[in-house]
């Protein structure tokens, strides 16, 4: 008989379903970014610089050198001078820019340098008191000294409904601020628009704190050859009393008419 016929193929089988797709891959770690150089990081500062306690976002702090330092050092007060047991300086933002200048000095001595100093809890631990403007803290010294007394700051705070010939307390920065906005015109105001913050060197020696309490020195954009060049010789002692460079410690120019960029690198 004929072979039996072959079997019919079996039928195709179906395909094996596809392998879920790889799950994308992770995307790499952001580097980390180095800090803002110093200009920058002041510059934020100050366009972002509000009413606050905290003397960080309240905007930048600012001391002229008004003539009550040290010849030989004179980031420190001078011990037979007014300002032997306190500090005093100004934070500066965008809504007020201005830092003391003395228009009634003799040319040479009216727009004078400063320091830029550290907005850090080491700092805002020395504060003593402040004013919407200047306070005439010269005068406030404490003859005899008592517990009572803070060099520099008005034996009466201005609460309960006391406005004048009394200070804002260290925890009332924010008050003061908002009272400056209040009484005091936004935008630079020559000669009278700032503000005065006292810190205390008495209780803690300002020394201990040096150099680190120095951000930088800075001279005004509208300063006299003999002021700059001050503001000059006050960073180059700096440097050589401390071993630091320049990049370090910068020289700077603050201006307090320009109200994004007020702080810039000095182009000797």
């Not at 905290?54 to 008004?66: K, Q």
Request: net charge negative; hydrophobic share 35%; proline share 16%.
């Amino acid at each position: 008989p004929p072979p039996p016929p072959p079997s019919p193929p079996p039928p195709p089988s179906s395909p094996a379903p596809a392998p879920p797709p790889s799950p994308s891959p992770s995307p790499p770690p952001s580097p980390n970014l180095p800090p803002l150089p110093l200009v920058a990081r002041l510059n934020g500062r100050f366009v972002n610089g509000a009413p606050s306690n905290d003397l960080f976002l309240a905007g930048v702090l600012l001391r002229v050198l008004d003539g009550e330092e040290r010849i030989d050092a004179p980031w420190e007060g001078d011990p037979g001078k007014g300002e032997a047991d306190f500090a005093s300086a100004s934070i500066v933002n965008r809504r007020h820019p201005d830092v003391y200048e003395c228009l009634s000095c003799p040319f040479g001595r009216r727009r004078m340098p400063g320091l830029v100093l550290a907005s850090s809890p080491a700092t805002q631990e020395r504060l003593s008191c402040c004013y919407f403007k200047d306070g005439g803290t010269l005068a406030m010294q404490c003859n005899p000294r008592d517990a009572d007394c803070r060099p520099g700051c008005a034996r009466e705070a201005c609460e309960n409904g006391r406005l004048w010939n009394c200070q804002y307390q260290p925890w009332r920065l924010q008050a003061m601020m908002e009272r400056q906005d209040r009484e005091t015109p936004k935008g630079h105001v020559q000669q009278w628009g700032y503000n005065e913050v006292i810190l205390d060197t008495s209780r803690k020696p300002w020394a201990s704190e040096l150099p680190g309490i120095i951000e930088a020195v800075f001279v005004q954009a509208a300063s006299a050859p003999a002021e700059r060049a001050y503001g000059m010789q006050v960073h180059a002692k700096l440097l050589e009393r401390f071993q630091l460079s320049a990049a370090e410690v910068p020289l700077l120019v603050y201006d307090a008419t320009n109200p994004t960029e007020p702080f810039r690198p000095l182009s000797t």
